[in-house]
């Protein structure tokens, strides 16, 4: 789950951010307004646990909730729940660590360490896998798969690239999974042994990994259905009994404890992890992503309202959420995990931040009106842009379903058409009609296979055109104005729900 725009998240929370001003003084001590605001995330149903830090001291450290649904059992501090694609960082450090001891570099090409490798793929670097550069799709295949590594790779040379290797940008589970099969290579080791002998041991992670002993795993969260109901957990589903499997290895799926991911900080901050050069150099800009951030190897960076350096990853399925935010200049950490469905309770490292650097205690936002799903409202028209879509019969409907138009189709002429239709022309003149061409194919790239889920309709003249994608839940958010007619005047794009 991958985060797009995030400029947008941090807007609204920040505005005294930043530095200290004669108002600050009335503030409460940054303790309680932590505390005040997980309060109030309780209060709306977080279900999970958050640790905040700067420096050595511990600024919150709070668990909420059930840890089965349905079940009276409380949440702990020792409860352990999936990290999802913040594992991603674990195999970006064990590469990083294996160039530090001499065993691979990042400019080496996949030939170097697979036979057979098919031309297309043959130049690959480690780098690119890191970066997200090396043109592989998001996934190849379902989590819950128990595939072997020898036919998993077979599958992923056999795979048709996105991109030529180096030309573009597009998030890739397959490229890390390749990335943990070369640590596996070069250090003669299997990826999680390894992970455990220079990482978790070490850093005393005993709570981290995807094989938990028997005690430990009745101390594993489980995620809820719509209805209320126990999903179950990713270790039950994906890892026991044989697994993980190669979809998963090395991009997802490691266990671990609000403890132990504080304490994976420390090592990282300390350079117990990694020297210091090999450190800074998993937070290198090697890629731009969509929203003005960049990816490194395992991380995202981007830069804060108040400037600072943000280091950054998420991951999560629907049931599952975690967030991971450091700020190395300042020593600050922020680490959370939850099973509530709602995103308001899923998006609130942001906010945690925001206090910690000076910010009075936000309000968590209302709830989004309800999602009208495609075909459940009166039909449209039957000449109508909604009715193909089985959009609803609204004004606002039909705004969206031509912006889905702008973005799907591939004749230039109708895209053009719709262009002046139904974008508002100040944002056209503040922006270019270029730039909305560039992001229709910046949308249409990212959605890969997907299922439009339907819109969310705001009092205000938003919109939210819902999307079920292989990363999750993706929104394009639009603002509209009534201006001489309904059309739009902005535009954003969020995946993560």
Do not use: C
């Amino acid at each position: 789950m991958r985060l797009i725009n995030s400029v947008q998240v941090w807007a609204g929370m920040l505005l005294l951010a930043g530095t200290a001003t004669a108002s600050d003084e009335v503030l409460a001590p940054v303790e309680e307004r932590l505390a005040a605001f997980m309060q109030q995330a309780a209060g709306e149903g977080f279900n999970g646990g958050v640790i905040v830090s700067r420096g050595d001291d511990l600024l919150l450290r709070a668990v909420y909730g059930e840890r089965v649904p349905g079940h009276e059992e409380p949440v702990q501090f020792d409860t352990i729940s999936t990290i999802g694609s913040i594992t991603k960082q674990f195999t970006a450090a064990a590469v990083i660590l294996l160039e530090q001891q001499g065993k691979l570099s990042v400019d080496d090409a996949l030939s170097e360490w697979f036979d057979n490798v098919p031309a297309d793929k043959a130049e690959i670097t480690i780098h690119q896998l890191l970066s997200h550069q090396a043109g592989f799709a998001p996934a190849i295949g379902p989590d819950s798969e128990r595939i072997g590594k020898r036919e998993f790779i077979r599958q992923a040379f056999a795979s048709e690239l996105l991109f030529p290797p180096g030309a573009g940008y597009e998030y890739s589970n397959v490229g890390f999974s390749i990335a943990a099969a070369i640590v596996e290579r070069a250090s003669g080791q299997d990826y999680e042994s390894f992970l455990k002998e220079f990482f978790f041991k070490p850093l005393d992670m005993r709570d981290t990994g995807y094989q938990l002993p028997r005690d430990e795993r009745a101390r594993i969260a489980h995620g809820k259905k719509d209805d209320g109901s126990d999903w179950g957990s990713v270790y039950e589903n994906f890892i026991a009994d044989g697994g993980p499997g190669w979809h998963l290895v090395g991009n997802g799926g490691i266990h671990s404890t609000l403890d132990d991911m504080l304490r994976w900080h420390r090592g990282l901050q300390n350079g117990s992890v990694l020297n210091a050069t090999a450190t800074t150099k998993l937070y290198g800009k090697y890629a731009s992503e969509p929203g003005g951030t960049f990816y490194g190897y395992g991380w995202s960076i981007e830069e804060t309202p108040w400037g600072a350096t943000l280091i950054t990853h998420n991951g999560g399925n629907p049931y599952y959420f975690a967030d991971f935010l450091r700020f190395p200049d300042d020593d600050i950490a922020i680490y959370l995990w939850t099973t509530s469905r709602d995103g308001r309770l899923k998006d609130i490292g942001r906010p945690l931040a925001s206090i910690v650097y000076g910010s009075p205690t936000p309000s968590i936002p209302p709830p989004p009106p309800k999602l009208v799903r495609v075909g459940s409202a009166p039909e449209a028209a039957p000449d109508s842009y909604a009715a193909k879509w089985q959009l609803p019969a609204t004004p606002q409907a039909e705004v969206a379903a031509k912006m889905l138009e702008i973005v799907l189709t591939d004749d230039n002429a109708v895209r053009d058409t719709l262009i002046d239709e139904t974008i508002h022309a100040a944002l056209i003149e503040k922006r270019g009609a270029a730039s909305i061409v560039d992001l229709a194919s910046v949308v249409r790239s990212e959605l890969g296979d997907y299922q439009l889920l339907g819109i969310r309709s705001y009092p205000d003249d938003r919109i939210d055109v819902e999307f079920d994608t292989v990363q999750g839940v993706m929104a394009m958010e639009l603002s509209l104005d009534d201006d001489g007619g309904l059309k739009v005047r902005g535009i954003g794009l969020r995946i993560g729900d």
